[in-house]
């Protein structure tokens, strides 16, 4: 017969295994507190490395956007500091400067475009806007993309939607667009030529006539599409915030 562990052993047991447990604790606080000074070691480099590069940061796009993953890289956020070190780079000026320019923009074009604009003209009419001044820093599409999520603030009246590689569209109007919706825009985009119909979304995208419709006559009612009905096949829907994508690739 068997015979089952003692009062002693058990005891015995329980105390090893809380000795593990402590013992795991301790390694785990050590390698954290390691792994802290690792950070501010980095982060002390980083602000050296900072302060030593800070005109071409400023004034070099790629190397801007270079700059902003290593700081992302130990959870550094060089925009959201309005005070301290960050601040005396001017970057987070440069972005906030940006943001009210692309509102600017945007509240400008929505007559003509319904509240969507993509993000190449986007950048053009900005770089219109600021003229030659040597002064202004370059703007680029990841500046872009980064000065629009200070624009969240206002909810789903300023989103940024991907519409295929390296597109974007801007959208300053409020609503929100479902994934239907964000498929159609892809869709035109993707053909090169702005517009869209129902048969090719039910060609394209295997659609029943109804969900394609449906998705299409919400666009035209939020302005973001232009109806016309002079092709004598079928109905075409024209997306005026892809023009300057359609000019720019023929």
Known sequence: MRRRAGVGAIQKQKLEQEKY???????????????????EVFKTNLEDFASKHKKEIKKNGQFRRQFQEMCASIGVDPLASVKGFWSVLGIGD????LSVQIVEVCLATN????????LDELRQRLIKARGKNKQHQEITIDDLLSASRKLRIFGNGFCVYPVGKGQYLV?????????????????????????IS??????ELKWEAERAQKALEYMVKEGLAWLDTQDPRE???????????????S
Not at 94 to 97: G, I
Not at 111 to 118: C, E, P
Not at 171 to 195: C, I, R, W
Not at 198 to 203: G, K, R
Request: glycine share 6%.
């Open 21 to 39: 447990r402590d013992k795991g604790t301790e390694i785990q606080e050590n390698q954290f507190e390691q792994m802290t000074k690792q950070l």
């Open 111 to 118: 007559y003509k475009n319904g509240g969507l604009i993509s």
């Open 235 to 249: 109905k075409l829907y024209w997306f005026p915030s892809l023009f300057s994508e359609c000019i720019s690739a």
């Open 198 to 203: 129902v048969s090719i979304l039910q060609e």
């Open 94 to 97: 440069f972005y906030y400067e």
């Open 171 to 195: 959208q300053s109007v409020p609503g929100e667009l479902n994934m239907d919706h964000t498929a159609v825009l892809q869709k035109a985009a993707s053909q090169g030529n702005a517009h």
